[in-house]
């Protein structure tokens, strides 16, 4: 049974920083995400990372605030979060795909690309 527990949610105040954490198990996956949802608004792409390789992606409104990693041995994804600005407050979503993309430099941004969710972790951001 696949299963991918988030947590490190809360809230900050603006400047702050946050760590989120999502520990998987039950399966390999060839890419892992995040995801994040404001109230009244569309389920929006963060980052993504690649299992086998590490290598990254971002959307251009977390560029050079959140970094996305994985560690092998707890096989669980982090995403820090670092100078959280009051756009940034959602529910954030870790999701994991086992979809291979046609060219390997390819990232999944879309949601519909993604197998398997978490339950979400809440992060405010107090001004």
């Known amino acids: 049974q696949v299963q991918l527990v988030e947590s490190g949610g809360g809230l900050v105040q603006a400047g702050g920083s946050l760590r989120l954490s999502c520990a998987a198990s039950g399966r390999a996956f060839y890419s892992m995400g995040w995801f994040r949802q404001a109230p009244g608004k569309e389920r929006e792409y963060v980052a993504a990372i690649k299992w086998s390789s590490g290598r990254t992606n971002y959307a251009n409104s977390v560029m050079g605030r959140f970094t996305i990693s994985r560690d092998d041995a707890k096989n669980t994804v982090y995403l820090q979060m670092n100078s959280l600005k009051s756009d940034d407050a959602a529910v954030y979503y870790c999701?994991?795909?086992?979809?291979?993309?046609?060219?390997?430099?390819?990232?999944?941004?879309?949601?519909?690309?993604?197998?398997?969710w978490g339950q979400g972790t809440q992060v405010a951001v107090s001004s």
């Open positions: 999701a994991a795909s086992s979809k291979l993309p046609a060219l390997s430099s390819t990232f999944f941004i879309a949601p519909a690309h993604y197998d398997y």
